[in-house]
């Protein structure tokens, strides 16, 4: 074989060199990951399924699988989405990939998952090298190979345990043997055997038969009627043989279509013990895949999705996929029959989940770009007649670097959070793009419904409760997506902080606004209310056929410097505090006139509700009997002491409480002025809304022993 000359060897090296610096760089963001025993999303179902092949050979879900799930370690793997046939319930996904994985998960436990995408990548694309390097200027479509490859978010598919890299593989290996293949062996069965290779892609993920399609088409466009025949053949009959098995193992050819639920911990599963209440969960018949042949069309969603599609936060393929665009742009020009083919297939498959899917057309959670459109992408180097220019390689180089910083930067700096496939997008130039409705954690459940509305958390900078969201100050602000009904702008939060001179700040797209808290003693806050700019999106959310409107909101605490302040943020949604809310009516309560020093005296209090909700401490709006002293002649902005005493059951409205408790007073002998009463979120107080407080007065602590009068009760 001649010597290649010298520039296409400096190439071909450079190719090779960028490649092992993309290798590089994924293992050192894989090395920050924290664990690898962690898995998330669908992750969770396609391991204990390749599990189950290789420890009893099937794939329904038995005492035995259930067995096996309790005795991990690791709670996120215990969510599991199966699916009910008969009498019989199995795991339900695509059953490809854990087939292929379960022989090298037998050997390598389960990095056997990630060694099955790296080898599927792998091999395509050198699958396409061998097509690629026949053609002119080889120094050139090695750097652009290589840029495929590894300026972009392909490389870290490898780490899901998820078939979405080897979707990726199918659709690159099986377009290049139909189209051309190695150069001695481009024949009819070579074509079939590349149709064998995308027909699973239909089974795996149905839109995924634009690609085949595709395929097929650009085949005859070119006139090779015979290998386009082939080609469908080899599809059509692998594609039958996985829908058979499909359906012997899960009984269902398509699991997307058949009756499914998630099961984990807190539901229970369908086998074992608690099987009969855990079977339940079936009866709804619910099926994932609800999608027709006529799309619902909803072009204002669409349009919203298309340009996170492009640049969003998660998703974009200006940052993800960046030479995808590249590539497209340069197929255009000169492009033939066949070349419009190609593209056309990969633009269809990301349009149908645009118009069809556009709520989700990126892939739920557990995904670093969009892993959807993978098969689409596969189609892009081969539809390029003749490499991009050096110039763009670089550009799209230069991107993909910073990006990779950025995200090192993230991952770095939010260290000690819960880890998860969004990490890299927590800080850094991501948080600059446009923001996608994403799911957090879907077994953590940080989405929330406060006060009747959705909030979903983007980010680690909020640590979430049922009713809670806690802020500490030196923190990036917390990101968080607000979907409300209401048509008012106006938003409304009980603020706590647990130290004076703290402010809220809010921030959203037109701007921050800063709220200083009252202070209250040794700490602050006070009732925030918010006008917000106008709903950056409005759309029917997957959890309501109405119209909601989306709030991208950040919050973040201030406290004065050198003090670490904490939080408590309450959500009070459409619920407004007015003084119809605080209403009640009380006893009479006669406070002690004169009481010992470091005694004890016992309070009695009896309130009926009024409000116009009820009273709780453990509620959205948590309420509170507060007991406030400071020294007379120091006014109300002495530092009071305070002491709260909660109420542990739900009062009505109409109902009434009786309260009793000990009230220990001062050692230091003097004057002190003496307040009950109720406060929502500790914060916010009856009085302050009412022009009085349930009782107040001055109380004299004197030295010795305290007379009679020191135990009193409300009348």
């Known amino acids: 074989m001649p010597s290649l000359p010298q520039s296409k060897r400096r190439r071909e090296l450079t190719a090779i060199g960028l490649m092992l610096l993309s290798v590089a760089a994924l293992l050192l963001l894989a090395a920050r990951r924290g664990s690898w025993a962690e898995v998330a999303g669908d992750e969770s179902t396609f391991l204990a399924m390749t599990e189950s092949l290789v420890s009893d050979g099937d794939l329904e879900f038995t005492n035995a699988d259930l067995a096996r799930l309790e005795a991990t370690e690791r709670p996120a793997r215990k969510t599991l989405i199966l699916q009910r046939s008969g009498a019989r319930v199995a795991y339900s996904k695509p059953v490809v990939y854990p087939l292929l994985a379960a022989p090298l998960v037998a050997l390598l436990g389960r990095p056997g998952m990630a060694a099955l995408n790296g080898l599927a990548i792998a091999g395509a694309l050198v699958l396409v090298w061998t097509i690629l390097r026949d053609r002119k200027e080889r120094g050139a479509w090695a750097l652009t190979l290589a840029t495929f490859a590894g300026a972009g978010a392909l490389l870290p598919q490898i780490a899901w345990s998820m078939g979405d890299a080897l979707q990726f593989a199918f659709a690159l290996a099986g377009a290049a043997l139909c189209l051309g293949g190695p150069r001695r062996v481009r024949s009819v069965w070579m074509a ?33 009627v015979r290998r386009a025949l082939a080609a469908a053949g080899g599809a059509a009959a692998a594609l039958v043989l996985v829908l058979g098995l499909s359906s012997a193992l899960i009984g269902a050819a398509n699991p997307y279509r058949a009756e499914r639920a998630t099961f984990n911990l807190a539901t229970g599963y369908p086998a074992g013990a608690d099987a009969a209440r855990a079977l339940e969960q079936f009866d709804a018949g619910r099926a994932t895949q609800r999608l027709g042949l006529r799309p619902a069309v909803r072009p204002r969603v669409s349009a919203y999705s298309s340009l996170y599609f ?93 990006s990779f910083l950025s ?68 923190r990036q602000p917390a990101e968080i997506l607000l979907a409300t009904p209401r048509p008012s702008g106006v938003l409304r939060f009980l603020v706590w902080v647990d130290t004076p001179g703290a402010a809220l700040v809010f921030r959203d797209w037109r ?15 006070g009732l925030i209310e918010v006008v917000a700019a ?47 809310f605080f209403a009640y009516a009380a006893d009479p309560v006669e406070l002690p006139s004169t009481v010992a020093a470091g005694g004890t005296s016992i309070l009695r ?10 009273w709780a401490s453990e509620a959205d709006v948590p309420i509170h009997l507060v007991r406030r002293m400071w020294p007379e002649g120091s006014g109300a902005d002495g530092e009071p002491a305070i002491g709260f005493t ?42 302050g809304w009412l022009g009085a407080s349930i009782a107040s007065g001055v109380v004299e602590v004197v030295a010795g022993q305290a007379e009679p009068d020191a135990v009193v009760s409300s009348r």
């Open 646 to 687: 909660s109420i542990d059951r739900e009062v009505a409205r109409g109902e009434r409480l009786e309260l009793e408790f000990d009230q220990r007073w001062p050692r230091r002998p003097g004057r002190y002025r003496f307040e009950l009463d109720l406060a929502a979120g500790g914060v916010e107080l009856f009085g």
């Open 534 to 580: 106008p709903a950056w999106r409005r759309h029917p959310f997957w959890w309501t056929p109405a119209n909601w409107r989306a709030h991208l909101i950040r919050l973040s605490i201030e406290a004065p410097a050198g003090i670490e302040a904490r939080a408590d943020v309450r959500h009070l949604g459409p619920y407004r505090l007015a003084a119809k």
């Open 310 to 402: 492009l640049a969003g936060r998660h998703t974009g393929l200006l940052v993800y996929f960046p030479l995808a665009l590249v590539l497209f742009g340069a197929a255009v020009p000169g492009a033939g029959r066949e070349q419009w083919a190609l593209l056309a297939g990969a633009a269809g498959l990301a349009a149908f989940y645009l118009i069809w899917m556009p709520d989700n057309y990126f892939g739920g959670a557990s995904f670093v770009g969009n892993r959807y459109v993978l098969p689409a992408l596969a189609l892009l180097p081969l539809a390029v007649r003749r490499p991009p220019r050096a110039g763009w390689l670089i550009g799209v180089w230069v991107l993909s670097a910073v």
């Open 407 to 474: 995200a090192l930067h993230s991952v770095e700096r939010e260290r000690g959070k819960p880890f998860s496939s969004q990490s890299h997008a927590y800080s850094g130039i991501f948080r600059l793009l446009p923001y996608e409705s994403t799911a957090l954690a879907i077994e953590d459940r940080e989405d929330r419904y406060l006060s009747d509305e959705f909030l979903r958390f983007v980010d680690g900078n909020a640590e979430v409760t049922e009713h809670r969201i806690y802020l500490d100050s030196g």
């Open 511 to 525: 701007g921050a606004q800063r709220f200083e808290l009252a202070s209250h003693g040794r700490y602050a806050g």
């Open 605 to 614: 209090v009896a309130l009926v509700n009024r409000g116009r909700r009820p």
């Open 192 to 224: 079939a055997a590349g149709g064998a290779l995308l027909g699973p892609l239909i089974a795996m993920r149905p839109p995924n038969a634009i690609v085949v399609v595709a395929v097929v088409a650009a085949v005859a466009a070119s006139g090779r």
